[in-house]
């Protein structure tokens, strides 16, 4: 230990004599940021807003358009289900492409949502890979063809405890 700290004296002493060139320190700022809290104003209470919830007998009701909330479409996953476990029949799994050909979406996107959420399922599940990517084309009520990019699902047969 005390060589270390005789060679760590002796090469002190050795760069005494030698100019340090130009060594110095700056600094960005010399004032302090301060931040007073009496600067931010103060609270101040809005005026209240005065809202007219009567309603005038004489005027005619104002037209709505409702047709939207008669539009809705409501998809039965019991069929769904059905299909997907006679696509299984045949084999262990079977891909969304594979399946919506043997049963083409009739409802559009809000069937093609409830075979995407049928995972509650004893029989089979839903299998998502993501590295992949697969088309599902459609026609809407107009004719128009659809198209949904997602990723590859395929349903999946569920082994059961029994070792099947």
Known sequence: ???????????????RDHPTGDLGYE????????????ERPLYQIRAKQVLDS????DAAPPEVDVSALFEQVH????RLREAVRAALSGGT?????????????????AELVTYLSLDRDLTFELVFDERRQEHVRWHDADGRQREAILPAVAFVRRSLPGGE
């Open 93 to 109: 799994q079977v891909s969304l492409p594979e399946l919506l050909a043997k049963h083409p979406l009739e409802q559009g996107l």
């Open 1 to 15: 230990m005390m060589d270390i700290l005789r060679s760590v004296e002796i090469h002190a002493l050795a760069l």
């Open 54 to 57: 009567g309603s005038d007998a």
């Open 75 to 78: 998809v039965d996953p019991t």
């Open 27 to 38: 600094i960005d700022g010399v004032a302090p940021h301060v931040v007073l809290p009496m």
